[in-house]
């Protein structure tokens, strides 16, 4: 039977944690309650807070028994991320929480697939929840006043978040009916290919852009990881650039894990890595002064790669991809890399390109499910387009 988890710190909000419980239950939902507090708890749980850190991958002694806060909340995150992928009867998870307890609770929400319901009630949830939310679908709720006692307001506050999560978990939404789902990957400097691919593909597949703006990279893989893609077309791989110099729209260091862990098809390409971003000129760091600077808008600035750079970024591409167990096939537009980087525009650098095709190809490990081709063409000509969509099709028919 699946089951809605009630999680909160039952030394500190053991309160709110039991009326919540309570009126989750009274709403019609299955409820396990689950202390992520480091002391003890003041109200009966289901699973204590002891079993909980258990999951940490140090052990219990890495959460609890500690003086310093801050590593205590950082362990519990940490250990409950673990403890939530372990379990298979979750219907939906809600948590309550000041600023450490949704740390905790939001870090394992995150470990969760897209579409389980996920409820954060927190006095944290008016400011910045990106932090908390991430890419995942957490939806976070004020709590308005703090959580240090119950009273009229939070009575409200709380009934109506449960009567949402036990609503959420009775109805599920149905599981996705039609064509399959495919994610790929798109910059401004790359939308000429990526359209034309979506074109050729779309009426056999659901074609999901992302924007290569580093949550548009996490966010397709999250999909991935949540087993809501049957295949990735990750042309655009420009976030990897300011992952590795210091750019404001960066991957981060799980970029590409997902296609190995899932073995999803996969076509990846080297679109934009001819830049690194930056905000307006006066943010720019100082090391990189009189480097090659394109203005894209009076907020965006883009820094042209150097051939020694994109010798860094191609041996990190492809060590990623040498990983990878499922068919990939790596295209290479030996013309140009983005709309900047085409004969005579302001980023074309024939040696820099010839630096990352190089650097990819000796890097990748060719075995017959992972090849790269080089392509005679630009990667905004209609050619190339139509190669990724051919190569797409052959692996996935296979």
């Known amino acids: 039977m699946k089951r809605i988890y009630v999680v909160g ?36 749980v289901d699973i204590p807070a002891s079993e909980v850190a258990a999951h940490h991958p140090k052990g219990a002694h890495a959460v609890l028994g500690l003086d310093d806060r801050g590593a205590a909340v950082a362990g519990m995150g940490a250990a409950f991320a673990s403890f939530i992928r372990s379990r298979d009867d979750i219907a939906g998870v809600i948590g309550i929480g000041g600023g450490g307890g949704t740390s905790i609770v939001t870090a394992g929400m995150r470990a969760l697939p897209l579409g389980l319901p996920k409820l954060m009630i927190s006095t944290l949830a008016s400011g910045d929840t990106a932090p908390y939310v991430d890419v995942s679908d957490i939806i976070m ?27 959420m978990a009775a109805k599920p939404a149905p599981a996705a009916a039609g064509k399959p789902a495919l994610g790929l990957t798109m910059f401004g400097v790359t939308t000429p290919c990526v359209t ?21 990279g996490r966010s397709m893989e999250k999909l991935a990881d949540s087993g809501l893609l049957a295949g990735v077309l990750d042309i655009t791989t420009t976030e990897v650039c300011d992952l590795l110099f210091g750019g404001v729209l960066p991957a981060t260091e799980d970029r590409f894990r997902a296609i190995a862990r899932t073995k999803l098809p996969y076509i990846g390409s080297v679109g934009a890595l001819d830049i690194v971003n930056f905000w307006a000129p006066p943010t720019i760091p100082e090391k990189y002064r009189g480097r090659l600077f394109y203005e894209h808008n009076p907020n965006v600035t883009l820094m042209r790669t150097t051939a020694d750079e994109c010798r860094r970024i191609g041996e990190w591409i492809g060590g990623r991809l040498a990983r990878c167990e499922g068919p990939v096939r790596f295209l290479i537009p030996e013309k140009g890399v983005s709309a900047l980087d085409i004969e005579g525009g302001a980023f074309f650098d024939a040696e820099a390109d010839a630096a990352l095709f190089d650097a990819i190809e000796r890097t990748i490990e060719p075995t017959k499910d992972r090849t790269v081709t080089r392509l005679p063409l630009h990667i905004n000509d209609s050619a190339f387009a139509k190669a990724a969509a051919e190569a797409f099709l052959d692996i996935a028919n296979k």
């Open 9 to 44: 710190t039952a030394d500190t909000k053991g309160e709110e944690l039991a009326f919540l419980a309570d009126a989750v239950a009274t709403a019609g939902g299955a409820v396990v309650r689950v202390d992520i507090g480091t002391r003890g708890a003041t109200v009966p």
């Open 141 to 167: 709720m004020p709590s308005v006043t703090d959580m240090a006692g119950l009273n009229r307001l939070s009575r409200g506050v709380l009934h109506n978040a449960a009567q949402a999560i036990a609503g």
């Open 196 to 216: 034309a691919i979506v074109e050729r593909l779309r009426d056999d597949y659901d074609c999901m852009v992302f924007h290569a703006t580093g949550t548009g």
